[in-house]
């Protein structure tokens, strides 16, 4: 197979422009598509020179089709792809920032707010393949894997390549080198029998971030072995926050059980945005609510305890002051038969003493047991104030779903207005001819990627007549042609993907 160059037509629809990166088994040009008006667009080959076999290929079809129906805002969307002369292919759109790599050589170390919306973004995306069914682990998270659509928007790219299809791709390409990127690699990876779960993907993301603070990567590049050989997880340098520092720290751990989810990334650094501070979750120990519901029972134990001890005592000592009177007993024995009953009842001084004790011993107890009650009432009472605030909650639960229902139509049409609102924003950006025809196309992409696919509706109802384009080529049109635009309505699927649009157009004079 001849070697790519540029100006040639690819597939028999993408004209090359210039090699935007390779790989040992992959090559990505900047590339018009000629069936969408000179759309720009990305496009990646695999194995361009060698092509697959018919199980390689087998392979591309069964794991693109899987991750093709993804959508989020930061996974960079897969338009279509297929295969041309034995080698596969992906358009994607074109990203004219470039990657996290050039961003960090042209730009410098990055600001907490800046490292922040990568957090935010890309642990948003990452949450989004990790929670497929099954998972889907990208393998490969380092920052020429994400790519900047414009200045403000992180996009993950290169996701839903296993471990088995890269193989293939490096044994079709005759490519030695190893399966994964050492530097970002965490040390699960490097164990006799590799392993890769969505905490594999943290710590790469992990080392990633930490490079975006220093412009350097830990561990002089040799990956998350080092942790397995003693070595320590590096700090950041002293002009960054010490939380901060504990993130990256939690990120990089060699135990995968304690390394942060995707979902928390996203939620520090959506919180950091928000606020200026970065917030760690608190651990749910729920050792302190079950504490305090034994506290009843353990003073109520405390009091029976207290009644058994008493008791005793006083048996005890009753039984020692009868044993103490035996000689007595013994010695008046023959006194017995010569006193009077009533007279021998009330000299007995054991028996009064008796009676005393017993007195004692059940005001002790009563005593005791009115501890006891005003305990368990105390308690009973607090579970009362319990069982109001559950139902009080529940009450305005309740009614929070009652007015949710009520308003939900009303939310829909409101977030259709604001959907529309952007949408007209970016129609009118991509015709604005006093942008860049590259930043143009940027947002051209980025705009289809907000409608179900290409061949959405467009009704242009200009003038009183009514046009339909498909939104491909609609899109198109305004690049190349300035026109002011103003959305009409816009129906959207339960993805909130456009599938209709009604629009009115005018031309924009030369002098605006």
Known sequence: MP???QNDIYAGRYV???????GGFSEVWKASDLMADDAVVAIKIYAPNKGLDDYGLRQFRNEFSITYNLSHPHLLKVSHFDIAEGSPYLIMPYCPYGSLTSELEHEGVFSERKLALVMHQIGSALDEIHNQDPPIIHQDIKPDNILLLNPKAYMLADFGISSRFRHTLRKATSDSSQTLTVAYAPPERFDRHP???????????????????????????AGGQCLLKGANVPALPASFSAELNKILEACMQADRSKRPTAAEISQWGRHYLETGQWLMPKKNTGAAPAERGYLPYLAAAAVVLLIVVGGFWLYTDFNNVSADNTIEGRAAAELVNTVPAAENKAADPAEDKRKTMETQLVKANQQLQDSLNQVLAQYKDALVVKDQVANSRENVSATQEGETQQDRA????EKLRVQSRELQKYLNQISDPKHSRELRSGWKQETLSRFADGSVRVLDESDGNQKEYRAAVFLTLLLTSPHQVVVREIKTDQRSKITELRLSKQPLSADM
Do not use: N, Q, R
Not at 16 to 22: A, P, T, W, Y
């Open 195 to 221: 392993t890769a779960d969505p905490s594999s993907d943290i710590f790469s993301l992990g080392v990633t971030l930490y490079e975006m603070c220093t412009d350097k990567v830990p561990w002089d590049g």
């Open 410 to 413: 009303v939310s829909k049409a």
């Open 16 to 22: 090359l422009d210039h090699l935007i990166g390779e």
């Open 3 to 5: 070697v790519l160059k």
